[in-house]
């Protein structure tokens, strides 16, 4: 069967895809490709599950554009579906007088952006979180939010296989000719091809004459469990973050079930899939990841070898803990037990400039459409993000 519609990647963005395209076109055939056995199996299912609230971006970003609508839209779809949603809020406190500068600064990244956002004091601040330690204010984020992201994406699958898309696990991808995507699992043609494969969008769009300007730099994301009890921390608790790269920097976070971990880290990773020892180890990656990775750390692009050397300091558990410690007035450090399931944030990096991406990137023709650096907040902004790439580039 010929299909219209083929996406490579069954994470959230594919997913969404699919659901905007059954929306505007119901008879379209669909067909989803995915390496794995099922869908959700990398970051869309290992990501923190917080949906986040939009202050963080500027304004001109797509990251602005789509998180708060996005944040209002995966409310919206959890309660229709019954999947439980933890509005349990988040706090961004200070250490100091520079800092607090900072904060004003992401209130109004926040306010331009159409995020319910607000400055509050100290003792407003203890009023939602007692346990909070910060510098005379603190930022509120009553909107930001946790769900169990796998659990969205079998909902979305479920909702799909009912609308007739269909998919195909276990399927590679290995090249393309003339509309036709060869996998592992057997060829399949299709007028238009989707590329949403996460850590291997890059790869695809290469083969494709896409994304040449790019490369993908893996980061490694860890969250320590904090198993004491649930009650220690009752809201999401997040420091200033440094806004030159786009990492959040290790926070308190409450999961749908109410759980305490802390994290993630943000180590470089030497392939794509290195989540753990040697598994899904490959020699080309390695070499390809870690010559960038050493040029990084010479010119210290973006703070590179700062963040590097930080990083590596995590692995050991009391400095860890400590960085959340500073956050709050107490928390047990025996409390915190064993990591969570590694997750890997399949973060673009410009060639020619060594920077990292920080917006989301979509390059495309009358055939190909490639999804390229959908970071966090990807899943956030999954349904307003998938229905601007089916009108502008998919459907247009």
Not at 212 to 237: H, S, V
Not at 285 to 290: A, D, H
Request: glycine residues 6%; hydrophobic residues 35%; contains cysteine.
């Amino acid at each position: 069967m010929k299909y219209d519609f083929l996406i490579i990647g069954s994470g959230i963005i594919g997913l969404s895809i699919a659901t905007k395209l059954k929306d505007s076109r119901s008879n379209a055939k669909i067909l989803i490709l995915e390496k794995e056995e099922d869908v959700a199996r990398h970051a869309s299912g290992r990501n923190s599950g917080v949906l986040h609230a939009g202050f963080y971006y500027t304004a001109d970003s797509l990251k602005a554009k789509f998180t708060v609508n996005g944040n209002k839209a995966m409310r919206a779809y959890c309660q229709s579906k019954n999947i439980p949603v933890n509005q349990c809020g988040k706090l961004v406190v200070a250490r100091d007088e520079k800092e607090l500068g900072q904060l004003y600064e992401l209130e109004c990244r926040g306010k331009r952006n159409g995020s319910n956002v607000k400055i509050i004091n100290e003792t407003e601040a203890s009023q939602i979180e007692p346990n909070i330690k910060t510098h005379n204010f603190a930022l509120y984020s009553p909107d930001t939010a946790s769900v169990n992201p796998t659990q969205v994406c079998h909902s979305l699958k479920d909702d799909l296989k009912a609308k007739e898309v269909e998919f195909k696990f276990n399927a590679r991808y290995l090249k393309h000719q003339n509309g036709t995507v060869e996998t592992t699992a057997g060829s399949f043609s299709a007028g238009k091809v989707i590329n949403c494969a996460g850590l291997y969008a890059d790869k695809i769009a290469h083969d494709f004459g896409f994304g040449k300007k790019y490369t993908m730099l893996p980061f490694k994301g860890l969250y320590l469990k904090y198993t004491k009890n649930k009650t220690d921390i009752k809201t999401n608790i997040y420091p200033v973050p440094d806004l030159r790269n786009p990492f959040l920097g290790v926070h308190f976070t409450k999961t749908v079930t109410g759980d305490i971990k802390i994290g993630p880290t943000a180590t470089p990773a030497f392939w794509r899939e290195n989540y753990q020892g040697f598994s899904k180890f490959d020699l080309g990656e390695l070499l390809s990841i870690s010559s960038y990775e050493a040029r990084l750390f010479v010119l210290n692009s973006f703070g590179f070898r700062n963040l590097a050397i930080e990083e590596i300091k995590k692995y050991n558990k009391e400095y860890f803990i400590n960085l959340a410690r500073n956050m709050v007035q107490d928390i047990d450090p025996k409390g915190f037990s064993d990591f969570t399931v590694p997750g890997i944030r399949a973060q673009l990096l410009d060639r020619k400039t060594l920077k990292l991406v920080q917006d989301f990137v979509i390059e495309a023709d009358t055939r190909s459409i490639h999804v390229l650096n959908v970071v966090s907040p990807a899943f956030t902004c999954a349904f307003p993000f998938a229905e601007y790439v089916t009108q502008n580039f998919i459907l247009k």
